[in-house]
């Protein structure tokens, strides 16, 4: 089965420019997250979604940050401008809880690498 | 505050040998309690998860202990191999109402050498 897929897998952009991070959760999956890595901070929540509507956004830095998620197989998170201090890496992940016992594991992409010069 | 502190920060072991890794959190309300591994360059992989009402859970060669009380846990590796070496995420969760949170540790990285 495929799992989440995420792209970019890398991205270097100049400061001020407008970055796009997409994700496909896997099939059948009714919670999406977006997380933010970091060495300092660790991983740390952005907002997360229940089928597809935003229900925690409280993560989110600023208003420079958004997400969407037009239906259940693609979101986006969405910088812009982007700033040096946004450079992380940013992972997706999903599960499926619906009708199961609670505590669900998450399935994570790969991240993808953002690089803010 | 919640938090969760895990120690140690890095861990080098040879081959073959056990080890164990600690977290210690202050998390309320608390609602379970998870350990993922995360290789270099890959997203976090689901360990175990356990409940309050669960003080041990294995996954292979992966058993995860909990201590409700002393608000403990620690992941003990049996064992170990090369593939082994990653770093190791402790990860409570707590849920109020509908809201739910995930308070991530900041991890111990294990190198497990020949």
Redo the contacts between chains.
């Keep these: 089965d495929a799992g989440?897929i995420q792209s970019p897998r890398h991205e270097v952009t100049e400061m001020g420019q407008e970055v796009t991070l997409r994700c496909k959760p896997i099939s059948g999956h009714d919670y999406l997250f977006w997380y933010r890595q970091t060495m300092m901070r660790?991983?740390?929540?952005l907002i997360y979604f229940n089928n597809n509507v935003p229900?925690?956004d409280s993560g989110m830095p600023e208003d420079r940050f958004s997400a969407k998620m037009p239906n259940a197989s693609f979101s986006t998170l969405k910088i812009q401008p982007s700033e040096p201090r946004d450079s992380a890496v940013y992972?997706c992940?999903s599960s499926l809880e619906a009708g199961r016992p609670?505590?669900?594991?998450?399935?994570?992409?790969?991240?993808t690498r953002l690089s803010i010069l | 505050k919640n938090q969760v502190e895990q120690s140690p920060q890095s861990l080098i072991i040879l081959e073959g040998k056990n080890c164990t890794l600690q977290c210690n959190y202050t998390v309320s309300p608390f609602s379970n309690l998870r350990w993922y591994k995360q290789d270099t360059g890959r997203g976090p992989v689901s360990l175990t998860i356990m409940t309050f009402s669960e003080n041990t859970k294995s996954n292979g060669r992966y058993t995860a202990t909990l201590d409700a009380d002393t608000k403990q846990s620690s992941l003990h590796i049996t064992a170990s191999q090369l593939s082994d070496s990653a770093s190791y995420i402790c990860v409570v969760g707590s849920k109020r109402g509908n809201n739910r949170k995930l308070i991530w540790g900041l991890g111990t990285s294990l190198a497990v050498n020949p």
Excluded: T, W, Y
């Design positions: 989440v660790g991983l740390e929540l229900i925690d992972f992940a609670s505590n669900q594991p998450q399935h994570f992409g790969d991240g």
